[in-house]
């Protein structure tokens, strides 16, 4: 442990104590067990492999300075992964299952929460997959759900600087109706191709237009997108979006700060007339945007000139990162500390 850099960790996968594990058969979900192994023992017939029936959730934990644990929004996770099971027909892990892994994951590895100098946190993947051996395409009848744990620094290793982005038009994340508000493996495999290709070219990821008629923002790949303007918070609506449960809880703050929080159709031309504008996820919390270079347009929206987010994007980051170490009251219940 003494040989961690906590100020210096990359978003990436280290192996710690513990998993937890629990088994949908028979129809009903059997007691959570702790792991030490990284692997699981799978059936090559399982309907995760063929049928793609695989969701997941990330949420983190955060030491503050008072050396307490605290979880982020725990329930609100458990209720978006009920949410893609139901998508896809899986079988929901109930909300009390769901809350009980993830603090018995975070508890057997508290050695491995950054302390609160490092600016790191524990992130923690909730997994659900089916297992059962299937060759035909129906839902399965057993299920694992998996909670593991590790400790991570910013999701854009450029931390909190504003970074640019672009509009590739000839890619879609989702389809209209189809999985883009469930959290499924599948929406990230139909992003990796645009993203590498974004990244080869200098962005830090994709801004995707909704796949229907390339008139509207849909989101980034990794996050919800939103812009500021007249002291509006305006984010896109839309059913392929993923309901970001970060975006969810910077509308509040924007709220309570006095701002107007508009989710709605966004027009790509309304980028011309944002203040500022940012991507948000458990991963990055906000990504400020410095630029969105639209290249079948030969159009480029430019939100700062130089490295320094904006005034509107700071506040709110600092805000909610500040609720969620213990620095500001948690008036809304968000906030789960571990005894």
Not at 207 to 221: F, N, S, T, V
Not at 265 to 290: K, N, Y
Request: glycine share 8%.
């Amino acid at each position: 442990m003494d040989t961690i850099d906590w100020s210096n960790l990359s978003f990436g996968y280290m192996k710690t104590d513990y998993n937890v594990r629990s088994y949908y058969r028979d129809g009903k979900w059997g007691e959570p067990q702790l792991e030490t192994s990284e692997y699981i023992n799978l059936h090559m017939a399982a309907t995760c492999l063929h049928y793609g029936q695989e969701v997941f959730e990330g949420l983190k934990a955060f030491k503050g300075r008072d050396g307490k644990i605290r979880i982020f929004r725990v329930r609100d996770n458990a209720l978006r992964m009920q949410s893609s099971a139901r998508g896809i027909l899986m079988a929901e892990p109930p909300v009390e299952l769901f809350e009980e892994m993830v603090l018995t994951a975070v508890k057997k590895n508290r050695r491995f929460v950054p302390p609160y100098e490092s600016g790191a946190s524990l992130y923690i993947r909730p997994l659900l997959i089916g297992t059962s051996a299937q060759v035909g395409v129906k839902p399965a009848k057993e299920y694992l759900l998996l909670v593991f744990v590790t400790p991570v620094g910013p999701y854009f290793k450029e931390g909190f600087k504003p970074t640019p982005m672009v509009i590739l038009r000839e890619y879609d994340r989702a389809a209209p109706l189809g999985t883009g508000r469930y959290k499924v493996g599948g929406n990230y495999a139909a992003s990796l191709a645009a993203d590498e290709k974004a990244h080869k070219m200098g962005y830090s990821a994709v801004l995707y237009l909704d796949a229907k008629e390339k008139k509207y923002i849909d989101e980034c790949g990794p996050a919800n997108f939103f812009g500021i303007k007249n002291n509006s918070y305006i984010t896109p609506e839309s059913t392929s979006i993923l309901p970001s449960i970060t975006n969810k809880s910077l509308m509040q703050l924007a709220k309570d700060m006095g701002m107007k929080v508009e989710q709605r159709r966004v027009p790509v031309e309304e980028l011309a007339t944002f203040e500022e504008a940012g991507a948000c996820g458990t991963a990055a919390v906000i990504s400020p945007i410095s630029r969105i270079d639209d290249l079948a347009e030969k159009k480029t929206y430019v939100f700062c000139e130089d490295d320094k987010p904006g005034p509107v994007c700071e506040k709110l980051y600092h805000k909610l990162r500040a609720i969620q170490y213990g620095d500001d009251p948690d008036p809304y219940g968000w906030i789960t500390v571990l005894d």
